[in-house]
């Protein structure tokens, strides 16, 4: 079993990787990648990680990078009665934590074309796999994050007591011959945390291109907060790091999307971005803690 070295780090202190997918060449044999190789070259994934890099490869990926946990989803992409949608079982991920439960912990993808069934699923995942937050993608199921089919599971996230979050902002062609609407405009997040005050609610991917207006959601909601993930940090919107790092320090969290990002490129770029000590900290790791209730991890 890999083990974590908190010295691999230039900070002193292990990293948090907030949004990471199950990337595995078992992922790729069941046919349970989302996207294609065309995508796969946009994104410049490297040519010997395009199969799938299994879980022990990838804690070799996290120990060098100083990523002491990452938080894995049980994505679900897509109604699965629409060619091309795709899941990752949810006891794939928890048998994946069961494994290394201190490197990694479960997220609950949400497809609110399931229901009823669906939100007993995510009681099951919360409740007894000990998975630590929901996720979902607007644009898999063409519906803005404020669209009534969504709200059962806000409820429930509310009623569960842990955060949720989607991807704002626009997407990219993932299938060559599946294209999907940008519905993840980050305004629409304002109306669900008016409605919603106890859910926590976490808009990854930047908001990128309407950056600036997540960045004013989290501003005008307490219980609103953005991540760094799915774009190399050297590329994140200046006005992204200057929230990071001054005034919204407390409201925001670091992932890769892996393996749209390697961690190790990821978290060489974090160092170079010349932020302060002290929210560096709170971005890459104390934020996560708190915002996800890990009081096993130290702070």
């Not at 974590?4 to 199950?22: E, K, S």
């Not at 990838?58 to 897509?78: H, N, P, Q, T, W």
């Not at 629409?188 to 976490?202: G, K, Q, S």
């Not at 005008?220 to 190399?232: F, I, Q, R, W």
Request: with cysteine.
């Amino acid at each position: 079993m890999t083990t974590f070295d908190p010295a691999a780090t230039r900070t002193g202190y292990g990293a948090i990787d907030i949004v990471v997918n199950v990337f595995t060449p078992e992922a790729f044999a069941e046919g349970r990648i989302p996207t294609d190789d065309r995508f796969r070259s946009q994104v410049r994934t490297k040519e010997d990680d395009r199969r799938g890099v299994s879980i022990e490869d990838y804690l070799r990926k996290m120990d060098r990078a100083g990523i002491e946990r990452s938080f894995l989803i049980a994505v679900r992409c897509g109604d699965l009665r629409v060619r091309g949608s795709i899941e990752i079982p949810y006891e794939w991920v928890r048998d994946i934590c069961a494994k290394y439960p201190d490197r990694f912990s479960g997220l609950a993808g949400i497809d609110p074309t399931r229901g009823i069934a669906g939100l007993k699923e995510l009681d099951v995942a919360i409740k007894e796999y000990g998975f630590v937050g929901g996720h979902f993608y607007p644009h898999w199921f063409s519906e803005a994050p404020d669209a009534a089919i969504y709200y059962p599971y806000y409820a429930r996230c509310a009623e569960l007591g842990v955060p949720i979050m989607m991807q704002v902002g626009h997407c990219l062609v993932y299938q060559s011959d599946r294209r999907l609407p940008s519905v993840g405009r980050p305004m629409t997040l304002d109306r669900v945390a008016m409605h919603f005050p106890e859910l926590t609610i976490i808009g990854i991917h930047l908001g990128y291109p309407w950056t600036d207006e997540m960045i004013s959601v989290c501003t005008k909601h307490p219980n609103v907060y953005m991540a760094g993930d799915a774009y190399a940090p050297k590329h994140w919107p200046q006005q992204a790091v200057h929230y990071a790092n001054t005034y919204g320090q407390d409201k925001f969290l670091f992932g890769t999307d892996w393996a749209v990002i390697d961690p190790e490129r990821a978290m060489n770029e974090m160092h170079d971005l010349a932020f302060r000590p002290e929210p560096l900290k709170k971005i890459l790791r104390n934020n996560a803690i708190r915002i996800f209730n890990l009081r096993d991890t130290p702070a």
